[in-house]
């Protein structure tokens, strides 16, 4: 069975500044996705950024970014210039592309995120 | 409207009680799951679902029943609430595999329930 760890229960940041959540996993997959998902305090969740373990150049979504180290098991998000609206809970998850009933999301625990003014 | 949509949004019963937790989605997908997110723990998959023959069940399914009513109808029951099934639980879909698929789920706004 996949697990997700996201080490860091809680950060916070400066407005404008850089903050990186990180994020590791255990898999003997070779075929995966990677997500990491916002949840604001309205709980709606919300993808934030994807990344296919077959492609080496890490995702990005404008102020968002991913570094992610496939032989490490290491998925890390970057967040760039950080706005009020960032302050969230963020979950890393996992998902198998292999073929049949594996198409299931494994959640990290989270990582509230508060950026301060 | 949304495209996932939860009903109710938020409930308080009584230990015991039988309670209905349902989801409607516009989007038509084939896939259909039910999550549970508690304060420390994450989202843990309780079932899910890829079509309306298939249902399965996920890492914490005791306790929990559902019911696949057709492509757009995914239904959570709790024979018998106990305190420890409260918690904010969500229903996501997903589209079917393919070239195109993006792997992404698509989330409800969430129900709360509240069991006393």
């Known amino acids: 069975a996949q697990t997700v760890t996201q080490s860091q229960p809680e950060m916070s940041v400066q407005e404008a500044e850089t903050v990186t959540l990180s994020c590791t996993y255990d898999t003997s997959e070779n075929n995966y996705y990677l997500f990491w998902y916002k949840q604001p305090p309205s709980r709606q969740m919300i993808l934030v950024i994807r990344?296919?373990?077959?492609?080496?150049q890490n995702a990005t979504e404008n102020r968002f970014s991913v570094n992610f180290q496939k032989a490490a098991k290491s998925f890390s998000l970057k967040i760039s210039d950080s706005q009020l609206g960032d302050t969230a809970m963020y979950f890393c998850a996992f998902m198998k592309r292999s073929g049949g009933s594996n198409y299931k999301l494994t959640f990290g625990k989270g990582t509230l995120l508060t950026v301060n003014p | 409207d949304a495209d996932v949509t939860q009903t109710p949004r938020n409930r308080i019963t009584k230990t015991g009680k039988r309670i209905m937790l349902e989801c409607s989605q516009t989007?038509?997908?084939?896939?259909m799951y039910w999550y549970r997110q508690d304060p420390g723990l994450g989202l843990r998959l309780i079932y899910y679902s890829f079509d309306v023959k298939d249902i399965n069940k996920g890492e914490i399914s005791d306790g929990y029943s559902v019911s696949r009513q057709a492509q757009a109808k995914f239904s959570l029951s709790l024979e018998s609430a106990i305190p420890n099934q409260t918690a904010l639980y969500f229903c996501?879909?997903?589209?079917?595999?393919?070239?195109?698929?993006?792997?992404?789920?698509?989330f409800g706004e969430g129900s709360r329930l509240t069991v006393l």
């Open positions: 989007k038509g997908h084939d896939r």
């Open positions: 996501a879909t997903s589209d079917p595999g393919g070239p195109n698929w993006t792997g992404e789920l698509f």
């Open positions: 990344q296919e373990a077959y492609k080496q």
